[in-house]
T-cell receptor, first 117, second 112 residues
Framework: GAVVSQHPSRVICKSGTSVKIECRSL??????MFWYRQFPKKSLMLMAT?????????EQGVEKDKFLINHASLTLSTLTVTSAHPEDSSFYIC?????????????FGPGTRLLVL | GENVEQHPSTLSVQEGDSAVIKCTYS??????FPWYKQELGKGPQLIID?????GEKKDQRIAVTLNKTAKHFSLHITETQPEDSAVYFC???????????FGSGTKLNVKP
């Protein structure tokens, strides 16, 4: 149980375009979803926290107009990187937290590798 | 805010030996401590967690110990196998609160 999927797993795009990444909780309802960014050989950097039906809360230094987050349902959150530039290339990982006995931990998706040319 | 430090950054052990990874935290209010294993190119996977009302928890070859007074917790892997090779992250949080504070990670290499 507690499976989280992400799509796509890899994406290559041209500079200036927008890219959408989907995060789904497959077998539980995610009251809260999180978006992280990870640089090579580094730890996870929290970008934002989103609760279903509410606006996302962004961490300091993360541009909310550049990284648009939507959490429209209890099983789906999306991250849109707008007007992507090469410096946005990174590994993006989502996680989800549910209710009941699994509400205290976060379950991570497999990640999305973004390369902006 | 909370600050989690993790040591060592890299750890090499021979297959069959034990591996220990240590983390310290700064906020005495933190009460939930998960450990994640991340293989190359994949998302982190929860391997074990512990709440502050428990001093030790074990799951087969993996155990976690917590010392609330000293504010540190450790991951113990016994009888290591090559497939244990990965990066391990510790984290601390307030129970039911949103944010996890992650350590910097430990790259474990188990040599066959």
């Amino acid at each position: 149980g507690a499976v989280v999927s992400q799509h796509p797993s890899r994406v290559i795009c041209k500079s200036g375009t927008s890219v959408k990444i989907e995060c789904r909780s497959l077998d539980f309802q995610a009251t809260t979803m999180f978006w992280y960014r990870q640089f090579p050989k580094k730890s996870l950097m929290l970008m934002a926290t989103s609760n279903e039906g509410s606006k996302a809360t962004y961490e300091q230094g993360v541009e909310k107009d550049k990284f648009l987050i939507n959490h429209a349902s209890l099983t789906l959150s999306t991250l849109t990187v707008t007007s992507a530039h090469p410096e946005d290339s990174s590994f993006y990982i989502c996680s989800a937290r549910g209710g009941g006995s699994i509400q205290e931990t976060q379950y991570f998706g497999p990640g999305t590798r973004l390369l902006v040319l | 805010g909370e600050n989690v430090e993790q040591h060592p950054s890299t750890l090499s052990v021979q297959e069959g030996d034990s591996a220990v990874i240590k983390c310290t935290y700064s906020d005495s209010a933190s009460n939930y401590f998960p450990w994640y294993k991340q293989e190359l190119g994949k998302g982190p996977q929860l391997i074990i967690d512990i709440r502050s009302n428990v001093g030790e928890k074990k799951d087969q070859r993996i155990a976690v110990t917590l010392n609330k007074t000293a504010k540190h917790f450790s991951l113990h892997i016994t009888e290591t196998q090559p497939e244990d090779s990965a990066v391990y992250f510790c984290a601390a949080s307030l129970y039911l609160f949103n944010k996890f504070y992650f350590g910097s990670g430990t790259k474990l290499n188990v040599k066959p």
